[in-house]
């Protein structure tokens, strides 16, 4: 993920926490099975890792994971 989309993600995260008495969280689309694997906002983990992958440190941080940070 490239420095720059880290930043705007901590910033958003930032103004969620800042705001969360008018802010009640954030949701997204991007994912689904039948989705080809090379569409550029597919937020599911390869098929083949579906089960297995690692949460992404960005849904860690939203959901206010202290190990998010590292």
Known sequence: ?????KAVGADAIADIQVNSDVLLG?????GGRIWPESYIFKID?????????PVPAYTRAL????????
């Not at 993920?1 to 989309?5: A, Q, V």
């Not at 954030?26 to 991007?30: C, D």
């Not at 983990?45 to 992958?53: G, H, M, S």
């Open 26 to 30: 954030v949701t997204w689309s991007g």
């Open 63 to 70: 959901t206010g994971d202290p190990a998010a940070a590292n």
């Open 45 to 53: 983990p390869p098929k083949a890792e579906r089960f297995t992958a």
């Open 1 to 5: 993920m490239p420095d720059s989309c």
